[in-house]
């Protein structure tokens, strides 16, 4: 009987680089990525879509429950809202900054949750978020948790914007960045946290292969470890 692939965890806060490195690690290993954060993402656009406030929590919640979240991976990776193509429309500022907020939300939390573990129940899965290593799946063979400052994350993510033509300040970035960091940390459900057997990376002044270099070599260990004591 084939043994199952391990399911590789990487959280951290916004902007320290878990996008870019988890799609990386599982194009090299041939594994499924998902995006935890485009999940709350998606949620936060529908309910601007629909104009529903943050304080409305029940209603946000009860939105997280009926919509259909997909994932389409067949040209890239795009994610669709109840058939709509959202990969673009949920990156803007304005969902951006409602994502945190939403990803508060007890109920939308809870749908989401179980959506993540049924997409990565069968292993073979890179998943990247705020809670996967702690909440989502706590016994993930692999846990890396990359941080980075809030300088350098500010810094990614206005060179982001800028390559898409939206005008911000670094600045004002870094305060978000700050923001964000104290409004995910001190959540009560599912706060951002390192899980007490996840690697730490520091991503400042590394580059992206380095990352993904020591991510895998950390993949091999854990799996030989798996296999020889399984």
């Not at 043994?3 to 590789?8: L, N, Q, S, Y």
Request: some cysteine.
């Amino acid at each position: 009987m084939t043994a199952r692939r391990p399911i590789i965890a990487i959280d951290g806060p916004a902007g320290a680089g878990k996008s870019t490195i988890a799609k990386r690690i599982a194009e090299r290993l041939n594994y499924i990525y998902v995006d935890t954060g485009a999940m709350y993402r998606a949620v936060a656009w529908k309910s601007l879509q629909d104009n529903i406030p943050i304080s409305e929590e029940e209603k946000i919640t009860a939105l997280a429950e009926s919509m259909k979240i997909r994932f389409d991976r067949t040209n890239g990776q795009k994610i669709f809202a109840d058939g709509t193509d959202i990969t673009e429309a949920i990156r803007t500022p304005e969902v951006t900054q409602l994502s945190s907020p939403v990803s508060a939300i007890s109920g939308v939390r809870r749908r989401l949750v179980e959506i993540q573990r049924e997409m990565g129940a069968g292993g073979g899965v890179v998943m990247e978020g705020r809670d996967i290593g702690t909440v989502v799946f706590p016994d993930a063979e692999v846990k890396v948790f990359l941080t980075a400052s809030p300088e350098e994350r500010a810094r990614r993510r206005l060179l982001e914007l800028s390559e898409k033509g939206i005008q911000s300040s670094l600045e004002d970035l870094i305060a978000q960045m700050r923001e964000r960091d104290q409004r995910d940390s001190s959540r009560e459900d599912s706060p951002l946290r390192k899980a007490d057997d996840a690697v730490a990376i520091d991503t400042d002044g590394t580059t992206i292969d380095q990352v993904v270099d020591a991510i895998s070599a950390l993949c091999r260990k854990r799996t030989c470890e798996c296999h020889c004591t399984g």
